[in-house]
């Protein structure tokens, strides 16, 4: 069993279901004892930002808030530093305990040992 997951959500509002499914597997995992490094990418980029999360709805899943507050409880986030330049969001603009970093640290992060990575 990997020791690591390493999870990347490309998608948001847009494709709500499967970004619903990303933050559930991420928390289940966080809850389960795995350590957890959530990647926001493409239109899940958006809920880095406070308040954002709120404004996601999907019928009979978890509130999007709590599924990020139990992730940041215990593992990581991580907003991808191209996607965050691109809708123009900073550092000082994201929730606490998310940081912004690139392709680099992702793959890094992907290929350790022990590690299993998933992209939704």
Known sequence: MAKKLVIKVTA????????????????????????????????????????????????HAAPLPDLIESVLAAGRVTLCTQCAARR????????????IAGAQVFVSEAMADGTQALVY
């Not at 995992?29 to 999907?58: I, M, Y």
């Not at 900073?90 to 998310?98: L, M, N, S």
Request: aromatic share 8%; hydrophobic share 45%.
């Open 12 to 59: 948001g509002a847009d494709a709500p279901e499967r970004c619903s499914q990303a933050f559930t597997v991420a928390a289940v995992a966080v809850a389960s004892g795995v350590e957890v490094s959530l990647w926001l990418t493409g239109e899940s980029s958006w809920f880095a930002l406070p308040g954002r999360a709120a404004e996601f709805e999907l019928p």
């Open 88 to 99: 123009e969001i900073t550092q000082k603009d994201v929730i606490g305990g998310v940081r």
